[in-house]
């Protein structure tokens, strides 16, 4: 238990479909992220959030948008996948930066396992 | 950008050798480098991190050295045992980055033989 919980565990879904992954974290962060992690691929960032204000996307697809509603929960929702956009997507938290205190390590949830039929 | 490159893919031991994990990273602004390690199925876990102000770090059978001059860090697990088997991440954090992201790398898959 890490204090990051993400639901749904497993989620399949039509390409014309409208779905959302959820996550909550129970650390007291003030960071949260989106990570896809494909079959032999690296973890990739999807999305940050500092202080409930997204910092960065890298360049996601818009079919994938986030919300960040408050510092303790994060929603990543889907609309019209591919199939390639099956993954696993993992959610994260942190004590984020700021510009005068270096921040800590991230914690992962156990992840969404997607798959787009 | 930043870029962090991981080596080797896949690394296969026996029980009781040691295994070393090496990762390159391009950002020289970067100054927080964890380990996560992530077995079949299951998010991936810290197991150790090094801050750029100290050169080596040990925790029992894991160590991690660091060499900024040449912006390279690595992972060494020592008598290694089945329960190693995992995928195991390096990553990397600029001090100018803002919102805290962990920029990873590829990835090794290490399979500890008994």
């Known amino acids: 238990e890490t204090g990051v919980t993400q639901t749904p565990r497993h989620l399949v879904m039509g390409m014309t479909n409208k779905k959302s992954l959820k996550c909550e974290q129970h650390l007291g962060h003030n960071a949260m992220y989106w990570y896809k992690q494909s079959a032999k691929k690296p973890l990739e960032l999807m999305f940050v959030?500092?202080?409930?204000?997204?910092?960065e996307n890298n360049s996601v697809p818009s079919r994938f948008s986030p919300e960040c509603p408050n510092s303790s929960h994060l929603f990543l929702h889907l609309h019209t996948l591919q199939p390639e956009d099956s993954a696993l997507y993992l959610c994260a938290s942190s004590q984020g930066r700021t510009r005068i205190r270096s921040g800590n390590t991230i914690y992962f949830g156990e992840g969404s396992w997607l798959t787009v039929v | 950008g930043e870029n962090v490159e991981q080596h080797p893919s896949t690394l296969s031991v026996q029980e009781g050798d040691s295994a070393v994990i090496k990762c390159t990273y391009s950002d020289s602004a970067s100054n927080y480098f964890p380990w996560y390690k992530q077995e079949l199925g299951k998010r991936p876990q810290l197991i150790i991190d090094i801050r750029s102000n100290v050169g080596e770090k040990k925790d029992q059978r894991i160590a991690v050295t660091l060499n900024k001059t040449a912006k390279h860090f690595s992972l060494h697990i020592t008598e290694t045992q089945p329960e190693d088997s995992a995928v195991y991440f390096c990553?990397?954090?600029?001090?100018?980055?803002?919102?805290?992201?962990?920029?990873f790398g590829q990835g090794t898959e290490l399979s500890v033989k008994p």
């Open positions: 990553a990397a954090r600029s001090v100018y980055n803002q919102g805290g992201k962990l920029i």
């Open positions: 959030y500092s202080l409930e204000e997204r910092v």
